[in-house]
Every structure is written in structure tokens, then in C-alpha cells.
């Protein structure tokens, strides 16, 4: 099995979602990936929706630094504090978690920890996962800052790209959806013209 | 064939109107067709049912308003299937499989529809097998159903039971589906047919619109058919080798069939009722007496001398028949009776006399009589306890004209129709449009056979009275102008759209030769 490639950990977490903070500045998972959190007995299952790089205290923000550099990599270069003053911190959408070998389709009983590490999912646990399409529904009910066919269409290209055959996926994903959202058409139309291959 | 190919699930629907059926997006909507036939996998039966309507649907309306890009394949893949979707109405009409009486008796008659969601699959050569059964000593092949390769087999036994009816538009193979029927009912049934042929179409060849003659029966059977004509001559310039020339006697014809030509002889209410007083004045040859006598002899008869003009007008148009003979040196009735007893199938051509006085008085008179004798046999039959008269099967052509509201009262072809069966004697009706049929009659058909119909009288008394006969419409409606039938009633299990079997070809003819013969061969091994 591959290594799994750990990005973060939980700095706040609830039964819907959960927070972490990159350990690398600007190292943040795609949006719509799927991460996974927790141990050994219950791993939670995310997907990215949301990302954000701020200032370490919340009360002082960046100033800009460039003006006498040439370039953009050369502002971290003179100033290397720049990466330990910021932090990069995503959010993710509890969708499933898998308790032994079963994998569940829907929310945990238990929310992450805080200090949990979360790993970018591998290939195959991305295919095992979107073997059911039952996430799509908690996706586009979710209330997020970011819009759900943003959120859906991101997710369904990323694991597209685990599957053998992207485009036998995006259809059988596009056929639940349109399920889903027979009272929807337009959003249903959205979603379509992201995912189209 | 796929066996089972899965087509839907059936998502509403009542026993009176069909199921609808939603179709699964992997099945495409251009593949089906009306008439064809699929079977259902309710929880405990299996039902059996012909697709009887195609339709598109769509879960939201605003689709048809703003239709989606569907140039783009990935977005038409998806929408099939989901959001727009292709819905099947079929009809079940039986129930193949599940409960005991279907497995012991075979198909059953729906009671009861299948459950929600049950699985619709294209049904399977083998399904319908069971269901229309496959070529024996009883069922004759007549056709494959639209679109199978399956054989459909009539149950010819219980086809002669009871009146049938061939009915189709000119030009739309009734000939060649009666032909067909014939040598079945030769080959397959108990019964002998007489068949009234008036275009010469059966007995020795017949035409076809493709250019060669096509052979009749009497090629095809020589041993079990005989032909008669009733114009020696024409016969001979078609080189046709016949049994019996047909001379009809003066003393042979009777008022009713007079009162039933008062149209076609233009005769008036008056004449047609002075020939029933001529006849108990001269007796037996109340014919002859009438053209012998003149206009006086008519007023001490009390008959209007105007009346007596128009009558011997009628009658001279009778006494012109070149078959018709003051006394002829055979009896044709005796003759035609003689070769049915022997099981030889009759085939009477009218060579030159098309015209429908000669038929509609030959047919008339030869049925009449032999109706007389069967009714006598079997009467005799049933009263000794011995054997009943062989079954006996009249075709009539053109049957509009005698079972017509207004003359189906006169002619026996009616009486045949309505009770014959008892007397072991029913109809082979052809006609081309049925709406000139009593009512009444029609009622009393087993089994119709109709190929495609465009007058909407004609449909509605075709279909009158069968179930689901709306769905039936719509199927009668799409058929093909040529070689294609549909077939419902006594016979079938369920009414069927079907093409007829090839007939025409060397190939074709050996196949309903050979048929026949494997039978003997059956049958003679049994004595080994």
C-alpha cells in the first residue's frame, strides 16, 4: 500500500465538518478531495470545500511586501518569518466513515478530534468510496459558503481521476444526480456543464 | 436474441387500462415496437403481455420548455434514462408461470396486474413458445409474431370449432393468408372445407401481385382435393384438370334464393313475393312454369301483369347462367357431398361467372342443401348414438353481400354462422369490409384474422367487442400493407400481430407439403 500522504490536523471539528491546519504553508489538498481523519477503530471521511490561508493572530493582518522585490519568491526569501506567521487551514464535509472494513455512507456517530491528523486518501480508498453515490446528497444539502455544484462538480472530476473509466463515472454519478435533482433543473444543468468531459 | 433482456419496471397501471412501464435507460425507446411481446416478473407470477403503446416522458416539465444541450453526448447519456425517459404501455393478458393452474394448464387469463416495480424483460423465444405453442399433430404454423422468429401456431382444432373470419383491404394478403389457413385445416384438422372460390384462386393457381402464379391447393394435395367448376370451358384454357363440372337444375333453385337476388336482379317487393305463390302453384318446377307461362296466366295467379314483367325479367337473367340447365345429367349437391364424406376438400371455381348473381345463388343453394343433409345427419347422429358427420367448413368470399343486415335474415350463411356449430358446419368468412356484416354475426366469430384496415367502421366491427380493444386498435393500425396480420379470438390465447409464413416459393411449398407428410410417417410408424 502507498504511503499515506498526512496534510494536516484537526484544529476544530463538529458532526457535520471538520477544520485542520496545513502543515506546509499553501500545502492544501484540492478542492473536492477526499481526506480522511481519525483512528484505527472510526476514520472519517471529508471532503475539501473550503480553504483559506490568514495571518497566525487573527487580529494582525498581512502587509504587502513586494514593492522593491522582483519577484514573488523572493518576498519569502527575504522575509522567512512569512511562513511560520502564516497558516494555510482547509475545511472539510463529514460524508461517510468506516468502522473495521465496512464503509458507511453517512455521518459518524462520533465527530473528529481535535489534533487528528488528516491524510489525502489514496487511490484506491477514493474508488472504494465512490463505488455508492449516497455522499452527492449530503454534498448538496450541506449549507456552505461555497456553492454545492462547485462543491459536487470539484468532488465528482476529482475522483473521476481515480476511476479507470472517467467518463462511465461522471455518468453514472451524472444520472444520480439527476435524480436527485428532478425538482432542480437548473442546478442540475450547472453541475453537468462542470463535470462534461 | 438475448434471452431475458431486461427492458423496465412496471410503475403504475390497472387491469383494465395495461401497465405503464418506465423504461431503464440502457433500453432504447427506438428499439421497441408495438406488438411485441414482453414478459413481467411479479412477486409470485409471471404475466405475459404485448407492448401496446410508446411514449417519452420527463420528470420536470420546465425540460420540454429548456431542452438541454443533448448535442453534447456526456449530457445526453445522462439525461436518458433519468430526467427524460421513454414509457412502455403493455397489456398483459396472461399469466405463464407461478401459480398452479398456469403450470398445469398452461397459460391462464389475467386476473390481477403485477406489483410495483416488478421487472419487464423483452420475452424470450421460448416464453412465447409456451404461450402459442409449438407445431404438432394440432397447431399449424401460420406465421411469426412481428419482429420474433418465433413461430405462431394456430390451434386448428379449435379453430374449426367455431365461424372464423379472414378480413383485410384489398390487396392486403387474405388470399394468400386463406390459402395458408387451408392447407392448415388440410393438413392439421378433422374438418373438410368447401370452399366457394370465386376468383379462381385456390383450387389448381392462383395469382400474385409479384408476377408469378402461385399453386393452389389441388397442386399441393392432389389426393385431398377435388376441384369443381362451374365453367368447364375456362377451366380448360387454364388447363386446369377438374373433378366435377357443376350443373345447377331449374327444380334445384328455390323462392328464398330469388327474394335473396331481389337486389342484384332488381327485382321488385311484389315479384319477390309472387315467386313464393308460382312455387306453391307449379311445385318443384316452378321455374320452368313461370317462363313458359305468359302475363294472363300471371292475373288468375293475382299477380300484377307490371309485377309479372319484372319478375320474368329477373328470372331470364337466372335461366341465361350458362350452368343453369332445364335438367341437368348430374346433381351437384350429391357430388359435392359424395367427396366431403370421402374427406376430400372441395374447391367450387366459378371460372368466367364473377358476377355476384351467380355467386351469391350458387353458394346459396349448394349451402342450403348440404346444410339440410348435416343437420338431418347430425340430428340422426346424436338421436343412434353413432358417428357424427365429418366437420365441414364453408368459405365464403365477398361475405358482405350475403350476410349483409338486410340479407343476412334470407341467406343460410347467417343461420350457419349463428348456430351451425352444433351441426358440425362453420364459416370461413373473407371479406374486405367488415362493417357490411350484421352485427350479429360477427358477434358469433371465434376467431378474426384481419390485416390492415383503414376504414374506421370497418376497424370498430372488427374489434367490437374484444378487450382492450383500444390498444388492439393502435396495433391494427400500424400494419404493414402487405404480409403482416392480426390474430385474435377462440384459437390464440391472445390476440397477435404475426406475418404470415412465406408461401410461394419452391421452399415454401415443400414445407407445407413435408409437414403433412411427416404426419403419415408418424402415424405409419405407429403400425410397425
Same mark, same amino acid.
Given at each position: ?197 | 436474441?438475448?434471452? %431475458? ?59 420540454? +420548455?429548456? !431542452? !438541454? ?35 398445469? =394448464?398452461? !397459460? ?49 382444432? =379449435? ?40 376468383? %379462381? ?67 321488385? =317487393? ?20 313461370? +317462363? ?207 406475418? !404470415? ?28
Amino acid at each position: 500500500m502507498a504511503e499515506l500522504e498526512r496534510v494536516g490536523e484537526v484544529i476544530e471539528a463538529s458532526t457535520t465538518s471538520f477544520t485542520a491546519q496545513c502543515y506546509e504553508l499553501y500545502e492544501i489538498p484540492p478542492l473536492g478531495s477526499l481526506v480522511k481523519t481519525g483512528n484505527s477503530s472510526a476514520e472519517l471521511y471529508g471532503i475539501v470545500y473550503n480553504a483559506a490561508t490568514t495571518s497566525l493572530e487573527p487580529g494582525r493582518r498581512p502587509i504587502a511586501r513586494g514593492k522593491d522585490e522582483k519577484t514573488e519568491e523572493a518576498i519569502y526569501r527575504s522575509s522567512p518569518q512569512l511562513a511560520k506567521l502564516l497558516r494555510s487551514e482547509f475545511g472539510a464535509i463529514v460524508v461517510g466513515y468506516k468502522e473495521g472494513d465496512r464503509l458507511y455512507h453517512h455521518l459518524p456517530p462520533q465527530p473528529a478530534r481535535i489534533h487528528s491528523f488528516v491524510y489525502q486518501c489514496i487511490r484506491a480508498e477514493v474508488m472504494e468510496f465512490g463505488q455508492s453515490f449516497d455522499f452527492l446528497n449530503i454534498l448538496l444539502n450541506a449549507n456552505l459558503p461555497v456553492p454545492a455544484e462547485e462543491l459536487v462538480s470539484a468532488s465528482l472530476r476529482q475522483m473521476s481521476q481515480a476511476h479507470q473509466d472517467p467518463r462511465a463515472f461522471l455518468v453514472a454519478a451524472g444520472k444520480e444526480l439527476a435524480i436527485l435533482l428532478s425538482g432542480n433543473l437548473n442546478q442540475l444543468k450547472a453541475i453537468l456543464g462542470r463535470i462534461k468531459t | 436474441m438475448t434471452q %431475458n433482456q431486461r427492458l423496465g419496471i412496471v410503475v403504475s397501471g390497472s387491469l383494465g387500462k395495461g401497465v405503464e412501464v418506465k423504461l431503464d435507460s440502457s433500453a432504447s425507446i427506438e428499439d421497441m415496437a408495438v406488438g411485441r411481446f414482453v414478459t413481467i416478473e411479479g412477486q409470485k407470477r409471471r404475466f405475459f403481455g404485448m407492448i401496446s403503446e410508446v411514449s417519452l416522458g420527463m420528470t420536470d416539465q420546465k425540460l420540454s +420548455l429548456t !431542452p !438541454p444541450d443533448v448535442a453534447d453526448p456526456f449530457i445526453a447519456e445522462v439525461l436518458a434514462g433519468t430526467s427524460t425517459f421513454g414509457t412502455l404501455h403493455v397489456t398483459p393478458t396472461l399469466v405463464i408461470g407461478g401459480d398452479a393452474d398456469s403450470l398445469l =394448464e398452461g !397459460p391462464q387469463p389475467v386476473k390481477t396486474v403485477p406489483s410495483h416495480f416488478s421487472v419487464v424483460n423483452l420475452a424470450s423465444e421460448r416464453d412465447v413458445e409456451l404461450v402459442f405453442g409449438t407445431e404438432d399433430a394440432k397447431r399449424f404454423f401460420i406465421g411469426n409474431p412481428l419482429d420474433m422468429e418465433t413461430k405462431l401456431c394456430l390451434d386448428l382444432e =379449435e379453430f374449426v370449432k367455431r365461424s372464423n373470419g379472414i378480413f383485410g383491404k384489398s390487396g392486403t394478403g387474405k388470399t394468400f393468408l386463406t390459402r395458408i389457413l387451408l392447407i392448415g385445416m388440410l393438413q392439421k384438422s378433422q374438418a373438410v372445407n368447401l370452399v366457394f372460390d370465386m376468383h %379462381n384462386e385456390y383450387g389448381w393457381e392462383g395469382t400474385s401481385e409479384k408476377g408469378p402464379k402461385v399453386k393452389g391447393l389441388k397442386q399441393l394435395f392432389s389426393s385431398k382435393v377435388a376441384v369443381f367448376t362451374l365453367d368447364e370451358e375456362n377451366s380448360r384454357h387454364r388447363q386446369v384438370s377438374t373433378d366435377f363440372v357443376v350443373k345447377i337444375g331449374y327444380d334445384e333453385i328455390e323462392p328464398a334464393d330469388i327474394s335473396l337476388l331481389r337486389q342484384t336482379l332488381n327485382l321488385t =317487393e311484389q315479384a319477390a313475393e309472387a315467386v313464393y305463390r308460382l312455387r306453391q302453384r307449379f311445385g318443384k318446377n316452378w321455374l320452368q312454369s313461370t +317462363l313458359e307461362m305468359d302475363a294472363e296466366a300471371g292475373k288468375e295467379l293475382d299477380i300484377h301483369e307490371s309485377t309479372f314483367q319484372n319478375l320474368r325479367r329477373g328470372l331470364s337473367t337466372i335461366q341465361r347462367l350458362p350452368f343453369i340447365e332445364p335438367k341437368p345429367p348430374t346433381n351437384a349437391v350429391k357430388a359435392v357431398l359424395e367427396h366431403l364424406d370421402r374427406g376430400t376438400n372441395v374447391v367450387l371455381e366459378f371460372g368466367r361467372y364473377r358476377d355476384i348473381t351467380a355467386y351469391i345463388l350458387v353458394a346459396n343453394m349448394l349451402s342450403r342443401r348440404i346444410y339440410a343433409q348435416y343437420q338431418e345427419r347430425m340430428e340422426k347422429a346424436m338421436a343412434e348414438d353413432t358417428t357424427k358427420p365429418t366437420p365441414l367448413v364453408i368459405t365464403i368470399e365477398e361475405a358482405h353481400k350475403f350476410l349483409n343486415p338486410e340479407a343476412a335474415s334470407q341467406t343460410i350463411f347467417s343461420t350457419i354462422a349463428r348456430e351451425m356449430r352444433k351441426y358440425n358446419v362453420t364459416l370461413l368468412v373473407i371479406d374486405q369490409r367488415p362493417s357490411g356484416i350484421d352485427s350479429e354475426v360477427m358477434s358469433q366469430m371465434g376467431t378474426k384474422i384481419t390485416c390492415l384496415l383503414d376504414n374506421e367502421r370497418d376497424i370498430d366491427s372488427v374489434l367490437a367487442g374484444v378487450s382492450g380493444r383500444n390498444e388492439l386498435k393502435s396495433v391494427l393500425a400500424k400494419l404493414a400493407a402487405k404480409r403482416q396480420a392480426l390474430v385474435f379470438g377462440h384459437a390464440v390465447p391472445m390476440p397477435v400481430a404475426f406475418q !404470415p409464413r412465406e408461401y410461394g416459393s419452391a421452399e415454401s411449398y415443400r414445407e407445407f407439403t413435408a409437414s403433412g407428410k411427416a404426419e403419415t410417417e408418424d402415424l405409419e410408424k405407429l403400425w410397425e
